[in-house]
């Protein structure tokens, strides 16, 4: 108990700062994950290319995202409470880079159509997850979205997921496509 004791004093007496921004995108870059557009409709579709999705809850279904409350299109889709997560294959880098830009026209020459749900569903994705916004907790300079899962569209084939890590798209190729600069922490996607 007395060596836990001197350990805790000697903590207490070393001061460390938090992370920088830079070093906290470095540091998360070693967590490989997957890429996903989130989609939704409030007078016009609107989306954003996001990497921070996961399962929440068998029972009841629910899913997580996070978007950044300052960006353009989360706050329309908070707004219109119906989002599609569309979980992106590994070539789909078109799309990853069509929303995850602030510029041009995000559905402009796309293939998609209106869900039964009323969000814009994405063609030749892996998985779209059909959802309403249950909660939102705002940490830091994003949202927390917790979501009741509507409804489930999987692929049945065989493509790969598109993976982040490192600041780039993929882990086989070391000559994968780099993630522009906005991309993962501080973004303005959502």
Avoid at 133 to 152: F, K, P, Q, T
Avoid at 170 to 181: H, K, L, Y
Wanted: one cysteine or more.
């Amino acid at each position: 108990m007395s060596d836990i004791k001197a350990m805790d004093r000697q903590a207490e007496r070393v001061v460390v700062s938090e992370p920088t921004p830079a070093e906290m995108r470095r540091a998360m870059g070693s967590f490989a994950t997957g890429v996903t557009i989130v989609t939704g409709y409030d007078d016009g579709p609107v989306g954003f290319a996001c990497q921070s999705f996961a399962s929440v809850s068998l029972e009841p279904p629910l899913v997580l995202f996070c978007a950044d409350h300052r960006g353009r299109a989360w706050p329309r889709i908070r707004r219109a409470g119906r989002f599609t997560v569309h979980v992106l294959a590994e070539e789909q880098d078109n799309l990853c880079q069509r929303f995850g830009s602030s510029r041009g026209r995000k559905y402009e020459d796309l293939d998609w159509t209106l869900s039964r749900w009323g969000t814009p569903s994405l063609s030749g994705v892996l998985m779209r997850v059909h959802g309403q916004v249950e909660d939102v907790h705002v940490a830091g300079d994003h949202d927390v979205v917790i979501g009741r899962v509507l409804e489930l569209e999987t692929d049945a084939g065989e493509d790969r997921p598109m993976l982040f890590f490192r600041g780039r798209f993929g882990v086989d190729d070391p000559d994968a496509m780099i993630a522009p600069n906005l991309w993962g922490w501080g973004e303005h996607w959502g």
